[in-house]
């Protein structure tokens, strides 16, 4: 039975942007300058949050935004479409600290790709 698995590393610097990105355009309280530092928690497997760090006037007390892991994943995704990187909608995505970065990785099982393929026809 043929499954495909592949995994897509962003780095801190690529999850600033694309979470700076999506806070302002999902219409999210936050600061108006760019986030300082991202802080990837992932207490139990398979379930990360994301800790935005926004500057402000006092350097001890940055502005924290925590997003969770369905605005995590919406995120991300929303950036391999702008840089056209295919995700098929069937796949299992799955989202991992990898470093101080993230990875999803993405399965389709021999049943997935059928349907995927199956999809594409019509």
């Known amino acids: 039975m043929p499954v ?11 999850l600033r ?5 999506f806070c302002l355009d999902q219409r999210m309280n936050v600061p108006d300058g760019p986030v300082e530092d991202i802080l990837v928690v992932e207490d139990i497997p398979d379930e ?10 006092n350097p001890s007390n940055p502005v ?29 995505k799955h989202l991992h600290k990898h470093g101080e970065g993230l990875a999803v990785t ?11 393929r199956h999809n594409a026809r019509r």
Do not use: W
């Not at 995590?72 to 929303?78: D, K, N, Q, T, V």
């Not at 993405?106 to 995927?116: K, W």
């Open 17 to 21: 942007l694309t979470f700076q990105r």
């Open 4 to 14: 495909d698995v592949r995994k897509l590393i962003f780095s801190k610097k690529e």
């Open 48 to 57: 990360v949050r994301v800790i935005l760090n926004y500057p402000t006037d």
């Open 64 to 92: 924290r935004v925590h997003l969770r892991h369905d605005q995590i994943m919406e995120a991300l995704l929303g950036f391999c479409r702008a840089l056209k990187i295919p995700v098929p909608r069937q796949a299992q």
């Open 106 to 116: 993405i399965g389709m099982s021999e049943q997935d790709m059928l349907a995927a």
